[in-house]
């Protein structure tokens, strides 16, 4: 089995029996997003907390 299958099917184990569809969805996307910020930060793709900052402000403007 693929590492992908095997890490989803090990997040869709580890959920109640109880949980919905979206539930199950949500946490599989919750996941993925973390996976992806690992991966960006491992590439330097990253952004300081000062550029942050500003990019936040100029939103608010």
Do not use: C, H
């Not at 095997?6 to 184990?13: A, D, H, K, P, V």
């Not at 949980?19 to 690992?38: C, D, T």
């Amino acid at each position: 089995m693929s590492r992908t299958k095997e890490l989803m099917t090990r997040i869709i184990q580890e959920q109640p029996e109880d949980a919905s569809y979206e539930e199950i969805v949500r946490e599989l996307a919750f996941e993925r997003m973390i996976e992806r910020g690992l991966e960006d930060s491992r590439n330097g793709r990253v952004v300081s907390n000062e550029e942050m900052g500003q990019r936040i402000r100029s939103w608010q403007e």
